[in-house]
């Protein structure tokens, strides 16, 4: 029965692929050959020998490290790594698109190449970033994480470094393994069912492995933790003008409504209409409870390998990959904030608000009974929360031939195309124009005086005071849609050349071209794409694309071995020239010394120049609005020494600091460019590792990373470009001060931040790693394993230039968090395990180490509440037990200590705090088993 089941699910695998298999070969440029990528850059065998032999820093993770963790999604094992910056993930609500990444050396998703078994794998996103959750956990054989940069190799955006997946593509037998994860709490389930089927055919000439996964994760709200279930910010409460604690905050747009007359009188109602002055911040709505803490998702997952050696040279390779990710965000209520025309006779208004429209009409030079304009805002709470869907349905297929040419050379080929489908629904917003139309009613307030489209009247004043009418005339969804295919034509040959007399070894060679082709479009549907909208982030289409030929070339050349204080030297190099349609040719290098005076000890060293060329949402993204955290340097108690009092007036229309900064979020208008050129970096590593008993392997290493003409929004953002015009260049007709434009009350009304070539960026540390492993003499039948893991990372610079011509004009980073520096950049990070195994038992630990930050307002002598964000450190228990050859049981405790993070006021990303840096939601338990048919 067993037999028949394999040969049915081997049969079913083979058909699944035989498309890919029986795909022409076709005219192939290539990007490196896989087998001497293993050999000599990415993988080997084991751990030790790859950190050993790699010409540049690299950490590689085994899948036994994902087995023993419970880690379902992937970017949260590579969060822990001290070489990354955690990105998007499973906390990532706002910001946040449904995606999951990984930031090496925190400069940026898009400068961190992901591949899948050496070669590139399905773009999520417009800007050609990987979605980790696209990636079969089960099926990985071990990732190998190479920083300090790899573009001479794999093209284009491994300025940071390469993510490579290596995954299992000959599974025999049949494999079910599942998982459930629950915090302590009882909230935050996850739970995973797999199932791997593959077998070998044609006398073991060819292997065929077919992976289906399912995955599901419960929401966690911030409502559902104390930390996370109100929105802090710095107050003063001895009224001595300093802030002194954290205290209860959030928007000023609330439910109640407020109408905006002039700096202290700004007007809020009551649910029975009475007017009276908004209270700040008593009155501040509490936004935080209804966004997510933890994402829900739901996501299935088909994957297949297939082999077959045609001759005994040559063999055919297929792959197919399929996923479907469902992950919502949800934010609070629109805070619908827009000019709105209001009869002064309105009956929803008490006498005392409709004399103070009828007095500011005739101030004004109107009728007392014309139609007034105010900028209201009013938090819309009776339409429900905003939630936005996002649905991917991401698939690849590739299929290639290797082979040899002869004993010393041989081939690589290949074909891959990837395609992606999003569909992005919003859900519960205000649509602008109905807004504006529902409010100016008649004198009795039964109709509105523009009664088309079925309008009905919209009573804001009050909290509550919104019929469910009123709500279905003014409510909007939205759908987006975006499509992204990218294709890739590859080939090349490897080979050895002659010996030199002084070595043992040959020289080794690896010559191709690469042919890729990128195109995506995103439509917003015409509500989004007209900007009749008050909740989401209009946006215009973004639709374009580029190709690119490329030539490289490596080689490894062997000097001399065996020699008395020279066992090894070898010299490395690689070279790609690009073509890009888009930006033209470009060329990047790369050269490394590998040098061994002994054998328990070698040393390496490297430099490199390379270029990231602009992807396709830096290039053509749609105008979109956003609204990130920034300080208006003309509002009330906001000038520094260094403001231009003069030009805030100038600008604003009235006196600096007449007017109030109402929030603590400035809208800012984001879009592409076309003219932007490629980013050019240069890359120093050098290092050692040394091994000085069996076993113990200890490996430091250097790196320095410079990028030139880099690619982000105009200014460095926001709340730069406000900075740079009143503090710095104090120049009306300067591109920054031309940037801002006002409401006529002074306040800033948007900030346009288009993408431009800002400036530079520069960063440098230290990797320090440890591997020991040793057999001990006591266990389960007498003997054990003990292995202890220790990989860190000293962090000395990460400086950000965001203007070229400014040079003295640098955000420092390391060690700080902040509006400027975004996410927590600790200086020193590690992280240990300790596993010991004795027959089926396998128990482990896991400590994380996160350095304490800085906000970076501190060193500026600003008197903060919360000016650092404490050291943190994270316990991960686990237990294996194989109960019989074919079952195991895997059970573990993440967040043992029950680590919280700590409270952030004004300088936080959400919730907070950091959510993607930070464990939120304290302890979890995970049970999974695994049973495998032979």
């Known amino acids: 029965m067993k037999k028949n089941l394999l040969s049915a699910a081997v049969k079913g695998a083979l058909g699944f692929t035989a498309a890919a298999i029986m795909v022409p070969a076709m005219p192939a440029f290539a990007q490196q050959d896989a087998e001497m990528v293993e050999e000599v850059i990415v993988t080997g065998s084991r751990i030790k020998r790859q950190d050993l032999e790699s010409v540049t820093p690299l950490t590689s993770i085994g899948a036994e490290e994902f087995k023993i963790s419970g880690n379902l999604n992937i970017e949260q094992k590579l969060a822990e790594l001290p070489q990354t910056i955690p990105s998007f993930g499973p906390s990532s609500n706002n910001p946040g698109d449904g995606t999951a990444r990984v930031d090496l050396r925190g400069l940026g998703a898009t400068r961190t190449v992901v591949l899948v078994n050496g070669r590139r794998y399905i773009p999520s996103t417009q800007s050609g970033i990987v979605d980790l959750n696209s990636i079969p956990s089960t099926l990985i054989r071990s990732v190998d994480v ?26 025999e037998g049949v494999q079910m393994t599942s998982l459930y994860d629950v915090t302590e709490d009882g909230d935050g389930a996850k739970r995973n069912i797999d199932l791997t089927i593959g077998g070998n055919f044609a006398e073991g000439r060819g292997n065929a492995t077919v992976y289906a996964s399912w995955t599901d994760r419960d929401a966690v709200f911030q409502a559902d933790r104390d930390f996370s279930r109100n929105t802090w910010e710095e107050g003063d409460t001895d009224g001595d003008g300093v802030n002194d604690s954290l205290v209860p905050g959030g928007s000023a747009s609330i439910p109640g409504a407020i109408a905006f007359l002039g700096r202290g009188n700004n007007i809020t109602f009551d649910p029975d209409g009475t007017s009276r002055l908004f209270q700040d911040p008593e009155d501040r709505f509490n936004y935080a409870p209804a966004n997510y803490l933890q994402l829900p998702q739901e996501r299935f997952l088909v994957s297949a390998f297939t082999h077959y050696d045609l001759t005994d040279k040559v063999t055919a390779y297929g792959e197919m990959a399929f996923s479907h990710n469902e992950v919502p965000t949800e934010l609070a ?286 290039l053509y993204l749609g105008s979109s609005n956003g609204f990130p955290g920034a300080t208006d340097p003309c509002a009330e108690g906001n000038a520094t020494p260094d403001t231009d009092l003069d030009l805030c007036a100038a600008m604003a229309g009235v006196p600096a600091g007449s007017f109030e900064q109402t929030n603590t979020q400035i809208e800012g208008i984001f879009g592409g460019n076309p003219e932007l050129k490629e980013e050019s970096s240069s890359t120093i590593t050098f290092g050692a590792v040394i091994e000085p008993m069996d076993g113990l392997d200890i490996a430091i290493d250097y790196y320095d990373i410079e990028i030139e003409d880099a690619i982000s929004v105009f200014g460095g953002g926001v709340n730069n470009t406000l900075d740079l015009c009143y503090n710095e260049f104090k120049d009306i007709n300067s591109p920054y001060c031309q940037a801002i434009s006002r409401y006529s009350d002074g306040t800033v009304n948007v900030v346009t931040a288009l993408n431009a070539n800002i400036g530079l960026i520069e960063t440098r540390g230290i990797d320090f790693n440890i591997n020991y492993g040793t057999d001990l003499n006591f266990g389960i039948e007498g003997a ?87 050291e943190e450190y994270y316990l991960d228990l686990s237990l294996g037990y194989a109960v019989t050859e074919s079952f195991d049981l895997n059970f573990g405790i993440k967040n043992v200590l029950d680590t919280e993070p700590t409270r952030l006021g004004d300088s936080q990303e959400q919730a907070n705090t950091f959510p993607s840096t930070y464990d939120l939601l304290g302890p979890r338990y995970f049970l999974s088993a695994s049973y495998r048919f032979e």
Request: proline letters at 4%; a negative charge.
């Open 146 to 171: 190479i920083t300090g940069g790899a573009s001479a190799v794999y093209g284009s955006d491994a300025l940071a470094g390469v993510v490579n997946f290596q995954m299992v593509d000959d599974f």
């Open 333 to 618: 209520p629109t805070p619908a904030t827009t000019d709105v025309q209001v009869n002064p006779n309105t009956p929803f208004f008490d006498a005392a608000f409709q004399q103070l429209l009828k007095d500011r009409n005739v101030a004004n030079g109107l009728n007392e009974n014309a139609p007034s304009t105010v900028r209201v805002t009013r938090r819309m709470e009776e339409n429900g929360s905003r939630q936005s869907v996002d649905n991917r349905d991401a698939f690849r297929i590739l299929t290639g031939f290797r082979g040899d040419i002869n004993d010393d050379w041989s081939f690589d080929a290949y074909y891959s195309y990837s395609n992606l489908e999003r569909i992005n629904q919003l859900n519960n917003d205000v649509a602008a124009s109905r807004f504006r139309q529902a409010i100016l009613v008649t004198d009795d307030g039964t109709q509105c005086q523009d009664t088309s489209n079925g309008c009905v009247p919209l009573n804001i004043w009050g909290e509550g005071n919104i019929s469910q009418e009123a709500i279905d005339f003014i409510n909007v969804g939205a759908t987006n849609t975006t499509s992204i295919t990218q294709e890739v034509i590859s080939a090349s040959v490897s080979g050895v050349l002659a010996t030199i007399p002084t070595a043992d070894e040959p020289i080794g060679v690896v010559v191709g071209l690469e042919h890729r082709d990128d195109e995506s479009s995103s439509r917003p549907d015409s509500f989004l794409s007209s900007g009749d909208v008050l909740g989401f982030n209009a946006g215009e289409a973004t639709v374009g694309g580029y190709t690119a030929m490329e030539v490289f070339a490596e080689m490894n050349v062997p000097l001399i071995s065996g020699r008395k204080g020279i066992e090894s030297l070898s010299l490395w190099g690689a070279a790609r020239y690009s073509d890009y349609s888009n930006i033209g040719g470009v060329t990047s290098f790369a050269t490394a010394v590998n040098y061994a005076p002994i054998d328990m000890v070698k040393f390496r060293a490297g430099y490199q120049e390379s270029v990231r060329a602009p992807n396709v949402s830096e």
């Open 784 to 870: 054990s394993y003990l292995s202890i893991g220790f990989n860190s990372s000293y962090l000395l610079q990460y400086d950000e230039t965001p203007v070229a011509d400014l040079a003295s004009r640098k955000d420092e980073c390391a060690g700080n968090f902040g509006i400027t520096c975004g996410s927590p950049r600790p200086e020193f990070n590690w992280n240990t395990r300790a596993s010991w195994q004795t027959g089926p038992l396998t128990v482990s630990a896991l400590v994380r180490y996160i350095d304490g930050t800085d906000d970076e307002a501190k060193g500026d002598g600003v008197q903060l509440v919360v000016p650092s964000i404490d």
